[in-house]
């Protein structure tokens, strides 16, 4: 008998996150009462999709509307995608492409012009029209190479002020602070509520879930503006000759100008037993390493795509962005699942973009998936057309899109989701 993909009714939804959690390998059985109704409380089940076998919830693929940040600070409606699993029992039958095409037509149906996922892996989802569109890398500081003056203070000189808080103090300031984020950084997604509850310890927790209350801290300019704040948490390890060796682990950091940024990183790299600092996924151009006066001190220990996007609306989305320089281009854009493609004539202007289907010659021909990784200004048109993935169609028109697209700084996604 054929399997149906669906939506999930009240009562299936228990048995909907037992199948995430083996999907995703986090553990067996349903999930208490308390987790499930906390849960439940934010999740739209008109978006939540599963197939059942014999009664068994055997995939789950779920979406909600996202706020995601584009270049010059406006926000555009995502259909952010999220908890997709197969059973290992029934995968590789296209389970997936039909819970994605589902999820995907009723997203262009409901004019979102974009569709945004953390991908588990990097070759499930080029095949549906997403393309890597902000990347991620993290730092661990040695502490004592850094070069910092051992007898300075956590505070900074330059009237602001570091204060220790508390998670309560946390979720009334954070949604500001991360609201501010949101209008200056290409990139960055909405946070609920919610978020904010599991970060500081209040959301109902499976027994598996091990969390450790960690230390708040935030920065206040010299007006009294909160204007960063750190979430970090530390191991407990001594050497053998008796000497601290502790790391400490950010695990959320904002900050909403530079100043902030120098401040909060020489507060963590001053607090005694600190020997090493992770500085969790930042942007890959974070400023942290230069803010140490041996950059050095800051090592690369992981990086990797991050956010993915897909366009579904071209025009809507070209426009909804700004652009460093003036400029007309007419791309080609092509979309095997005829989704979002055509051809488009870009015209940005300072007062700003305008994107309308043209039957004008190309100057440039892309797959949507290249289009969403040029999106947020990160990706080199050039390095696509080295690829084969992008194709010149009028000489130069790779060298003005470069100029066209690109941003000065990286995007971030601080979230995964
Ligand atoms: C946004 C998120 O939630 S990311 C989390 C994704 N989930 C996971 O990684 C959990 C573990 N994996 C799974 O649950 C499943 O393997 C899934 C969801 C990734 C794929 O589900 P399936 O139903 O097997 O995918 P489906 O059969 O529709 O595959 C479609 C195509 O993608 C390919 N594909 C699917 N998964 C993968 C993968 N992990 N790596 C490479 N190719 C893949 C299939 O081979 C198939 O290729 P084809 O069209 O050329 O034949």
Partial sequence: MSLEVRTVAPSEFPGWMRAVRAGFLTAGGL??????????????????????????CVTTFRSFEQRLTVVGG???????????????????RGLLSRMMAADLAAAKERGEPVASLIAAEYPIYG??????????????????????????????????????????DVRKAGPEVHAALAARRPGVVSRGERWWRQATGVAPRTPQETWTEPFYVMHRAA??????????GTDDKWGDGNQPQNTASVRDMIALNPAAERALWHYLCSVDWVTAVRSGDRAPDDLLPLLLPDPRAARLVGGSDFLWLRLLDVPRALEARTYAVGATLVLDVRDGAGLAGGRFLLEVAEDGARCVPTTRSADLALGVEELATLYLGDESVRRLADLGRAEELRAGAVTTADAVFRTGRRPWCPDVF
């Fill in 74 to 92: 406006a926000t555009v409606a995502s259909d952010a995608i999220t908890g997709v699993t197969v059973a290992p029992t029934h995968r590789r």
């Fill in 223 to 232: 007006d009294g503006e909160i204007d960063g704040l750190m979430i970090y």
């Fill in 31 to 56: 999930p208490s009462d308390e987790v499930v109704e906390d849960r439940r409380a934010d999740v739209d089940l008109s978006r939540v999709q599963g197939v059942f076998d014999g009664g068994r």
């Fill in 127 to 168: 095949r549906y029209g997403f393309g890597p569109a902000a990347w991620t890398a993290e730092w661990e500081v040695s502490v004592p190479r850094a070069g910092l003056d051992p007898r300075r203070s956590g505070q900074p000189a330059d009237g602001g002020r570091i204060e220790m808080v508390d998670g309560e």
